[in-house]
């Protein structure tokens, strides 16, 4: 077996890497969606007027966030369908992958709506602004752009965890390069290719979150030294 | 502060040093007092772990009986994903392939493969009763039906060499993913090993029903044979010998190996040897 | 079988396990702490060679995936020579990534010392290794002691992954539960209640202990 890097098998398995690239980004993107809406569902599910459902929200926020992805992954592909609920693999990966980063950009939402300034809260108050109202016009606009740069180092996050939906079958990157080195039984060139891929999207990525970060703050009034 | 900093890279230090694995070879290893390592996937009956990792499954148990007529004794037992099989032994992370493997002209060129063990065929699970009328790869194309298998398993390059379209396959992680994906539907029908298929349908009972193995083309009966490094020649040579000597008087190996559903039936035939299965298969 | 039968049958391997998980992450947070502080020092150092270093090593594992990195120290890393066991693979892959995000975080703290800490330390004359280890990195651990918390939590979900190059830990013996009883809602439920139990009842209020003896020590704290 040879032990250097083979170039020849590099460019051969190159173009199946790509494809799964596809899916990769789509998985992810379709993923944070997910977790964007569920993030605000949670976040809701923290206000209610009814204590209870409050407590219950939190804690299982709470649950979701403090135990591992990949065991989630396992627990909805494996026991779903023995209660009759059959998706499949992609289904249950967008599901957990958005439920699971939900309870993470809850907190996101959370620390952008508290970082409005209070006096925000009371001149709505003194106007006598409905909560809606309120929310609609004043805090929100102000709280979004505070939350961006959060989601933005999320959804980075969460295109690095889509290796993960390979362990339940989702045929995204990390899936192609294992099926594609246990057809040939060479792992040394599709696991480099596919860190290089990841290197190659999530660099750019994540230094315009960085940028967006730090026009966010300049709007805010801090500065970084 | 400086002490935490001290203790902590002690404690490392002795993680990783205490970890490297060497490059001598096999025999050299053990005879260093190293222990043998077993590497399998989960698959049942072929090769699997116990509550205590212990090696089960009739792969197994023709494996240890073997290394128990060349003087081994201990042994450890490391489970791996299929597919990272081959490639585990040969990053030096096991010593032999347990997971019962078909002795393929691919694997050949990675691997070495010891005399064969048994001789095996493949079987496709389908629902009960076999609603599509699904028995081999031909009615898979046929029909568009998506067909389930292992990644790394013998069944992907089959399906590939018969014409199965890869939009219609599905690729899963080893047994457990293949019935985890017959159960939820996700599949119209499984390839793998006969006994694999007769465990499936063991296990849920008779929902699923394993096609006849007659129905696959004939090219599918294969070979088993144990895997290693192919730097590791004189502890294959010397495994080859012994294993001759139990199949000769093959009484104990069947009974062990007949818990698990191995039986005469299984006795490879002295035309279908390593050499030959390397060069066909 | 009921959910007792199946703890009195199976819970034994799974707290074996555990025991694994546990020793993957302790020894992983040490690295990741080492890692995370030297780094960032790094990060901040005058000379362009060290602080390359230091940026591209945080770049390269902040930018790919820890999957990724643990299967490449598993099966391809053998090649280049560095031939680790299981267990040191999946720590040194954990450390290695976690230290990344933790040497940004070190290097934020870093930064947030009040400037006047850094004049007064020059007014007395010291030297400027003096003045980072006497002065500077003592008051770091109030403010970056929150986002290595949540880093810690996060290191301790991400053992899990070490399963996958046959680390037999948690999630390995769940998986292995699993896939011969296909009890698949006990074996795993139980695996995330574990978890669960030992970041919420266990990390987190140690964690808590900490940044509370940091803010003490500094004299941010209650006297």
């Known amino acids: ?225 | 502060m400086t002490r935490f900093f001290k203790v902590a890279t002690v404690l490392l230090a002795s993680v990783f040093t205490v970890s490297s694995v060497q490059a001598e070879t096999l025999t050299e290893r053990l005879a260093n007092g190293d222990k043998l390592r077993l590497g399998f996937g989960t698959a049942v009956p072929w090769a699997y772990a116990g509550d205590n990792g212990e090696a089960l499954g009739f792969v197994n148990a023709i494996a240890l009986t073997v290394l128990e007529e060349m003087g081994i004794e201990e042994h450890e037992t490391k489970v791996f994903e299929w597919s990272g099989l081959i490639p585990g032994i040969n990053a030096n992370r096991s010593d032999m392939i347990t997971g019962g493997m078909y002795i393929l002209k691919s694997r050949c060129e990675n691997i070495n493969f010891s005399d064969p063990i048994g001789v095996f065929g493949d079987a496709m699970l389908v629902p009960k009763g076999n609603p599509k009328n699904i028995n081999n790869y031909q009615d898979v194309i046929d029909t568009g039906a998506k067909l389930v298998t292992g990644t790394g398993f013998n069944t992907v390059e089959a399906a590939k060499k018969y014409g199965v379209p890869d939009s219609q396959m599905l690729l899963v992680e080893g047994e457990v993913g293949i019935l985890a994906a017959m159960k939820a539907g996700r599949a119209d029908v499984a390839v793998q090993t006969f006994f694999g298929a007769k465990e499936h349908e063991a296990k849920t009972g008779g929902q699923f029903e394993v096609t006849d193995p007659k129905l696959m083309p004939k090219e599918t009966l294969n070979v088993v044979g144990i895997g290693f490094r192919k730097s590791d020649e004189e502890f294959r040579q010397a495994f080859n010998a012994a294993l001759a000597k139990v199949m000769a008087s093959p009484d104990t190996m069947l009974e062990r190996a007949g818990k698990y559903g191995y039986d005469r039936a299984q006795l490879p035939p002295p035309s279908m040897t390593t050499e030959w299965a390397c060069a066909t298969k | 079988m009921n959910y007792l039968e199946f703890l009195s049958e199976h819970g034994v391997t799974l707290l074996f396990g555990t025991v694994t998980t546990v020793k993957v992450f302790v020894c992983s947070f040490f690295l990741f702490l080492i890692i995370s502080m030297i780094f960032g020092l790094m990060r901040l150092s005058k000379n362009a060679a060290i602080q390359g270093i230091a940026t591209v090593y945080i770049e390269f594992f902040r930018g790919t995936s820890l999957l990724v990195q643990l299967f490449w120290a598993y099966y391809v890393l053998p090649f280049f020579g560095v031939s680790l066991e299981a267990f040191s693979a999946g720590v040194l892959a954990l450390g290695l990534n976690f230290g990344a995000y933790g040497a940004e975080v070190v290097r934020a703290g870093i930064l947030a010392v009040p400037q006047g800490q850094w004049e007064a330390a020059h007014a007395l004359n010291f030297t400027p290794a003096k003045r980072m280890s006497r002065i500077i990195i003592p008051q770091i651990f109030p403010i970056i002691l929150p986002p290595i918390s949540n880093l810690t939590v996060e290191l301790l979900k991400a053992t899990a992954l070490v399963a996958l190059v046959t680390v037999v830990d948690l999630t390995f013996e769940a998986r292995q539960i699993n896939s011969i009883t296909w009890l698949s809602a006990q074996s795993f439920g139980t695996a995330l209640l574990i978890y669960y139990i030992m970041a919420r009842f266990a990390l987190v209020p140690f964690l808590r202990w900490l940044e509370v003896v940091a803010a003490r020590k500094v004299g941010l704290g209650d006297h």
């Open chain 1, 1 to 225: 077996m040879e032990i250097g890097f083979r170039w020849d098998f590099a460019y051969e398995i190159f173009p199946a890497l790509i494809r799964a690239t596809g899916n990769t980004i789509l998985a992810a993107g379709i993923g944070y969606l997910i977790a964007v809406f569920v993030g605000l569902v949670f976040l809701l599910g923290q206000k209610t007027s009814s204590r209870i459902l409050n407590m219950i929200t939190r804690e299982i926020v709470e649950f979701i966030r403090s135990t591992p992805l990949l065991i989630q992954l396992f627990f909805v592909y494996f026991v779903l369908p023995q209660f009759g609920i059959t998706l499949s693999a992609w289904v249950c990966g967008m599901l957990t992958i958005g439920l699971h980063f939900g309870t993470y950009l809850c907190e996101v939402y959370r620390g952008a709506l508290e970082a409005v300034p209070k006096a925000q809260w009371e001149a709505c108050r003194a106007l006598n602004f409905s909560n809606a109202y309120a929310y609609r016009r004043i805090i929100l606009p102000q709280a979004f752009p505070i939350a961006i740069p959060g989601m933005g180092n999320y959804l980075v996050g969460i295109f690095k965890d889509t290796p993960l939906l390979s362990t339940i079958g989702v045929a995204e990157l990390f899936h192609a390069a294992t099926a594609v080195g246990g057809y040939n039984y060479r792992y040394l060139e599709p696991y480099t290719m596919v860190g290089v891929i990841f290197l190659t999207l999530s660099i750019p990525a994540a230094m315009w979150v960085r940028r967006l970060e730090k026009r966010v703050n300049k709007a805010q009034g801090k500065t970084t030294r």
